[in-house]
């Protein structure tokens, strides 16, 4: 069994089981990502690295790729 598969995934409360989400789970300093529906593709992160992320997100920075 692979590490990732003993994680609590957990996912939006506006997620479905019909539906392709993205999943997120952690462990420590590191945090993993997946999408539902291709749950053997995991990103990996840092909680530190998420979070600048995030902030950016919130900020507007990555606007431009969803062409807001």
Not at 25 to 40: H, K, L, M, Q, T
Not at 51 to 66: P, R, S
């Given at each position: 069994?692979?590490?990732?598969?003993?994680?609590?995934?957990?996912?939006?409360?506006?997620?479905?089981?019909q539906?392709n989400?993205?999943?997120i789970?952690?462990?420590?300093?590191?945090?993993?990502?997946?999408?539902?529906?291709n749950p053997?593709?995991?990103?990996?992160?840092?909680?530190?690295?998420?979070?600048?992320?995030?902030?950016?997100?919130?900020?507007?920075?990555?606007?431009?790729?969803?062409?807001?």
């Amino acid at each position: 069994m692979e590490r990732t598969e003993q994680l609590d995934w957990q996912r939006s409360s506006f997620g479905t089981d019909q539906a392709n989400w993205l999943e997120i789970a952690s462990e420590g300093e590191f945090v993993y990502i997946r999408e539902s529906d291709n749950p053997e593709l995991v990103v990996t992160t840092t909680r530190t690295k998420l979070n600048a992320w995030i902030l950016g997100a919130k900020d507007g920075e990555f606007d431009h790729f969803v062409g807001l």
